[in-house]
């Protein structure tokens, strides 16, 4: 089974870029990597994913390596209501048996 | 277009009492999925239904913890009888099977939080 390692927590401020990084060095072939976030009181809410090198959607961007053993999400300018858990997965392709798993995810703070 | 729905969004329960939670997907989602989030913690899959069919419930226990998805829509997720461990908040999702092998997204409901006295 894939498990992902990401920081406990992070601290920024307003209007910065904020890059979160998630190792994940047992990721398969057919393993795709995608990040959730997920404000109190709520579930989780798909952000990004990707396979390999670069994704990028209206809210952030997704940087794979070419091993894939890490990747990081890099959210722009960042605001106080992108405080929230960032939960980093790898997810199996559709075709696959295994297990989709959350980590314990990263708590990011955003300051004025 | 609606999301998620789930309810109760709260239930307070003695231990040994039984408690059921209401899950209805967005319409055409033909997976639906129940996590356990524990306070602190990730969510953990419980239970995956593909229609009305289980995918993977090797996470359930399955001598407290049942789950149908009757008519290969709405859910219900039943716990009988709860422990002490079982507070935490119940989360249903549902995914909409795209092409080729690239995962599901999945969109979550605003769960269902426990407690357990």
């Known amino acids: 089974l894939a498990k992902t390692t990401q920081p406990i927590s992070m601290d920024s401020y307003e209007g910065q870029e904020v890059n979160i990084t998630c190792s994940h060095n047992?990721?398969?072939?057919?393993?795709?990597i995608t990040w959730y976030q997920q404000f109190p009181s709520q579930g989780p809410r798909f952000i990004i994913q990707?396979?390999?090198t670069k994704v990028t959607n209206e809210v952030a961007s997704l940087f794979i390596p070419a091993d894939r053993k890490s990747s990081t999400l890099s959210l722009p300018r960042v605001s106080l209501s992108d405080t929230a858990v960032y939960y980093c997965?790898?997810?199996?392709?559709?075709?696959?048996?295994?297990?989709?798993?959350f980590g314990s995810g990263t708590r990011l703070s955003i300051r004025p | 277009e609606a999301g998620v729905a789930q309810s109760p969004r709260y239930k307070i329960i003695e231990k040994r009492q039984s408690v059921a939670f209401w899950c209805n997907p967005i319409?055409?989602?033909?997976?639906l999925y129940w996590y356990q989030q524990i306070l602190g913690q990730g969510p953990k899959l419980l239970i995956q239904?593909?229609?009305?069919?289980?995918?993977?419930d090797s996470q359930l226990p399955k001598d407290r913890f049942s789950a149908e998805r009757l008519k290969g829509v709405d859910s219900t997720l039943k716990i009988q009888p709860a422990k002490l461990e079982d507070s935490a908040v119940y989360l249903c999702a549902s995914s909409l099977r795209l092409a080729g092998d690239e995962p599901d997204t999945q969109y979550f409901g605003p769960g269902t939080r426990l407690t357990v006295l």
């Open positions: 239904f593909q229609n009305n069919g289980v995918v993977d």
């Open positions: 047992n990721i398969a072939t057919n393993d795709y």
């Open positions: 319409s055409g989602h033909a997976t």
């Open positions: 990707g396979y390999k």
């Open positions: 997965l790898v997810v199996p392709g559709y075709s696959s048996a295994s297990k989709i798993i």
